[in-house]
Nanobody
Framework: QAQLVESGGGLVQSGGSLRLSCVGP????????VGWYRQALGKERELVAT?????RYADSVKGRFTVSRDYAKDMVYLQMDNLKPEDSAVYYC?????????????????????WGKGTVVTVSS
């Protein structure tokens, strides 16, 4: 399975900024939905921001976080500004691809999700 690799996490004070990066295999991010999820300790994984046809953000990060992609570099980024302690979590890069089975297998389309291993973001108060 293709591998997504995140970087850019770390420790930052409240009000600070971080930029997360995610790289995939060549041409992996073309025409797919890509973005970021996070999981705080003791909580379920939640959507942070994705970009496909348009951008989608969690209400808690709107106006503070910006998701973007670089098609030429097969990269996706998450710029996080005005960070808050409640933003502390493991951040996961995500990609949704649409594949097509061979004609001998029916030729139908199906979706598959890919995840990175995560990068830790800690925001101190």
């Amino acid at each position: 399975q293709a591998q997504l690799v995140e970087s850019g996490g770390g420790l930052v004070q409240s009000g600070g900024s971080l930029r997360l990066s995610c790289v995939g295999p060549d041409n992996f991010f073309d025409a797919e939905t890509v973005g970021w999820y996070r999981q705080a300790l003791g909580k379920e994984r939640e959507l942070v921001a994705t970009v496909g046809v348009g951008a989608r953000y969690a209400d808690s990060v709107k106006g503070r976080f910006t998701v973007s992609r670089d098609y030429a570099k097969d990269m996706v980024y998450l710029q996080m500004d005005n960070l808050k302690p409640e933003d502390s979590a493991v951040y996961y890069c995500y990609c949704h691809k649409v594949e097509r089975r061979s004609l001998s297998e029916g030729g139908d389309f199906y979706g598959i999700d890919y995840w990175g291993k995560g990068t830790v973001v800690t925001v101190s108060s």
